[in-house]
């Protein structure tokens, strides 16, 4: 698959903010399965200082410094992406999470692919035996690592319910675990605190999603969705895998990943720190559009619908996905 995408972030601050740096993670990069042909991020007001890297993980990231009075801060990013299909594996036919385990425990590799990086806590993400003990009813001794977490991922879509109003971006993997309740990101971190409770690796990837529309209706501009799932190590030979517990998937065409890390602080689209005062309100629109539509029309369109979707109030630097 080949998508255009599009998104816009916009702050809205109650008084006027006189200095601001910002860490912002919003653009795509190339990844095996995933190539970006082209990409661009811009931002207003105008920065004083703009310095791009790559992080440990090889996520792309721009550092921001703003020196000049603003009530609003704008990101708008957009990126040409082609997304090649997952490899298909046999769930039953790989290594069992006991050997994944072992193999984790025995390996001296420290690149940043290295499933070494995902099997301990992580600053959003602590062991909690609660989740740990609810996990391991799908891992019975002897169970082909892949089978198991494909169960784990069915469970957490059939046992918790998508609630955008019972978490935000702070709230513990453990507080949602209890409600039963929440949105990707604490799906996601859910999946990774049970699996890392047991001694497997687990990351966490922030991306897009494209959605459908219901049958005879338009796509709407700037409905599409950031979005968050798990990638599971199942050994040597099958690697990592994507799974999206949010709706039950094998991650595929229909996801592009932006960031990934050991958990969300980790790929956080925006981050930092900006002296002010008061409230701030967050909107933000994202298209991710199939290149059969990517008509120059189009895609003027979704350049320009960066308020077409408002996620609600929040009062820091970061975003809620899912």
């Not at 790559?54 to 009075?69: K, L, S």
Request: glycine share 6%; with cysteine; charged share 20%.
């Amino acid at each position: 698959m080949k998508y255009d995408i599009h998104q816009t972030t916009a702050y809205l601050y109650a008084s006027p903010v006189p200095v601001a740096r910002h860490i912002v993670r919003m653009v795509p990069v190339s990844r095996p399965g995933q190539r970006v042909t082209d990409s661009h991020i811009a931002v207003d007001p105008e920065p004083a200082e703009w310095v791009e890297t790559r992080d440990f993980f090889g996520n792309q990231v721009a550092h921001i410094r703003i020196e000049t009075a603003h009530t609003r801060f704008t990101v708008r990013t957009s990126a040409r992406v082609e997304v090649d299909p997952s490899p298909e594996h046999d769930p039953a036919a790989g290594p069992s999470w006991e050997e994944v385990r072992e193999a984790v425990g025995h390996s001296e590799d420290l690149t940043p692919n290295s499933p070494v990086h995902h099997v301990y806590p992580s600053p959003a993400v602590s062991l909690r035996e609660p989740i740990t003990d609810w996990t391991r009813k799908s891992f019975p001794p002897g169970r082909p690592m892949l089978e198991a977490c494909l169960e784990l991922m069915h469970r957490i879509y059939d046992d918790f319910a998508y609630d955008s109003r019972a978490t935000d971006v702070s709230t513990p993997a453990i507080e949602a675990f209890e409600m039963r309740r929440g949105v990707c990101q604490d799906f996601a971190h859910i999946m990774i605190t049970g699996l890392r409770g047991l001694g497997l690796p687990a990351a966490y990837v922030s991306g897009f999603l494209r959605t459908e529309p219901p049958p005879g209706k338009e796509r709407l501009q700037g409905a599409d969705a950031t979005h968050a799932w798990v990638s599971v190590w199942c050994g040597s030979e099958i690697q990592w895998v994507g799974l999206d517990p949010t709706n039950a998937l094998i991650v595929s065409t229909d996801h592009v990943v932006l960031a990934n890390g050991r958990d969300y602080t980790d790929v956080a689209p925006i981050g930092g720190v900006l002296v002010g005062s008061g409230r701030q309100k967050l909107s933000v629109a994202v298209d991710v559009i199939p290149m059969p539509e990517a008509t120059p029309d189009a895609m003027v369109a979704a350049a320009a619908s960066g308020e077409a979707n408002e996620a609600g109030e929040v009062y820091d630097e970061t975003e809620n996905p899912g």
